[in-house]
């Protein structure tokens, strides 16, 4: 009889974990939904007011007046790389490997060089190439977020008009990737969606949030910090981010002007909820492991939204 009061208190035991299980992953569940609604919930309400604004519609045909125009952007962004006030050793590697930029522009999906014929060659050691994607070119290949083609060796820019400081930070991350893969300093290839692959990424966003928190005079981390206090008794970042309301998206857009804006807005408030989900990583103690769980979560649950 023992024998078989055990057996059942077992068997209880069991299911009661399993229930606990299944709870636990309905709570986290509805923690996602918490997350995704507030933002869904802005964007919806705030979309009637945003649009993003171009500064190259079409592909220029070779000219010396288009030559002018583009090398006046480059001279813009390159200006824009060197102004930035971080402090960082990451920032410090970074402005080291990539003295020079170029510009490029892409047509049907492929680059084609900017520059006078008889120009003299660029030492490829030292530069960064940006490839600028023109409005109709967007709409035609779908490249409406900055990134680092690694293959090409050459950083995809779309054209559109975006806040120094915003611009600044992505174009930071993105040259962070570039540090890591090309052909002189080597090419290493993390499988997508790796711990490798994910610490890179947490590490480049860390980078873009010094970058904003440096150019808003420390109050994108000051608000970032209020979110966390909100949520003391936060057992997890999921729990944490459950804090973050429409107020601090709004509050973040207009920090940064980007609140009539789509594309720049959308990464800003990648960068937010990610910053928001290191933060308490970092206030708990729990290290690059713990960040790597924030991205992953981030990839896998809110990348379906329009901030990706």
């Keep these: 009889r023992l024998f078989g009061i055990g057996w059942l208190l077992v068997a209880l035991l069991f299911a009661a974990g399993i229930m606990s299980r299944e709870s636990g992953i309905r709570d986290a569940q509805n923690r996602v939904l918490i997350v995704c609604r507030t933002i869904d919930s802005y964007y919806n309400s705030t979309a009637a ?11 220029p045909a070779p000219s010396s007046e ?3 125009f583009m090398e006046s952007r480059r001279k813009m962004m390159a200006r824009l790389i060197e102004s930035s006030a971080v402090a960082s050793p990451r920032l410090k590697r970074i402005n080291e490997r990539f003295g020079q930029v170029g510009i490029g522009l892409l047509v049907n999906g492929e680059p084609r060089r900017i520059r006078p014929v008889g120009s003299p060659p660029t030492d490829p050691t030292n530069q960064v190439n940006i490839c600028v994607v023109p409005e109709d070119g967007e709409k035609t290949k779908g490249f409406s977020v900055t990134l680092w083609n690694s293959t090409r060796e050459l950083m995809i820019i779309p054209a559109i008009t975006c806040p120094d400081s915003v611009f600044k930070a992505i174009i930071y991350h993105e040259l962070g990737h570039a540090c890591r893969h090309n052909s002189l300093d080597g090419n290493p290839v993390y499988p997508f969606k790796s711990d490798e692959y994910a610490a890179e990424e947490v590490e480049m966003h860390e980078l873009g949030g010094e970058i904003l928190d440096s150019e808003s005079k420390g109050a994108y981390q000051a608000r970032i910090r209020e979110i966390l206090g909100r949520t003391r008794a ?3 970042f999921d729990q944490a981010l459950c804090g973050l309301t429409r107020d601090d998206l709004a509050y973040f857009d207009a920090l940064f002007g980007t609140d009539k804006m789509e594309v720049p807005s959308f990464q800003l408030t990648s960068q937010c909820l990610l910053g928001v989900g290191f933060a308490y ?3 708990r103690h729990l290290g690059m492991k713990g960040k790597i769980e924030v991205y992953k979560w981030f990839g896998k649950y809110v990348s379906s939204l329009p901030i990706e």
Excluded: G, Y
């Design 49 to 59: 007011s945003r649009r993003d604004v171009w500064w190259l519609k079409t592909a």
């Design 66 to 68: 288009s030559f002018a």
């Design 234 to 236: 936060a057992k997890s």
């Design 281 to 283: 990583c970092d206030e």
